[in-house]
């Protein structure tokens, strides 16, 4: 698919609906840049197709707003199925350590 400046698609279809990953492409606060680091390589590996919708682009600036809505929480980055709010990067990063590849896939579908 064709990629765009604020959002892009990889790999494979894991369910119904889409994996939104909510994040910033600012370094400027260290955990949310770590944290995405972490969690696009642990996606990518299991080969998650996930769609990135960077909240601090000007053509996006209403996206944080409603990710806070759906979510209850400000941190970055932020997981969703839809619009259901699976977590931040540390719930992935748990289910993944708990229960591997298969339970961070279920979690996504």
């Given at each position: 698919s064709p990629q765009t400046a604020s959002s892009y698609s990889?790999?494979?279809f894991v369910g119904t609906m889409s994996v939104?990953?909510?994040?910033?492409?600012?370094?400027?606060?260290?955990k949310y840049a770590d944290d995405w680091g972490?969690?696009?390589?642990?996606l990518d590996a299991y080969k998650i197709e996930y769609n990135i919708i960077d909240v601090n682009r000007t053509e996006n600036e209403t996206k944080r707003a409603e990710m806070m809505e759906m979510s209850g929480e400000d941190a970055l980055p932020q997981v969703f199925v839809g619009t259901k709010f699976v977590g931040l990067y540390d719930t992935i990063a748990d289910i993944n350590e708990e229960?591997?590849?298969?339970?961070?896939?279920a979690a996504l579908k």
């Amino acid at each position: 698919s064709p990629q765009t400046a604020s959002s892009y698609s990889r790999f494979c279809f894991v369910g119904t609906m889409s994996v939104e990953i909510y994040m910033t492409g600012s370094e400027a606060i260290r955990k949310y840049a770590d944290d995405w680091g972490r969690l696009s390589k642990m996606l990518d590996a299991y080969k998650i197709e996930y769609n990135i919708i960077d909240v601090n682009r000007t053509e996006n600036e209403t996206k944080r707003a409603e990710m806070m809505e759906m979510s209850g929480e400000d941190a970055l980055p932020q997981v969703f199925v839809g619009t259901k709010f699976v977590g931040l990067y540390d719930t992935i990063a748990d289910i993944n350590e708990e229960e591997g590849k298969d339970g961070v896939i279920a979690a996504l579908k």
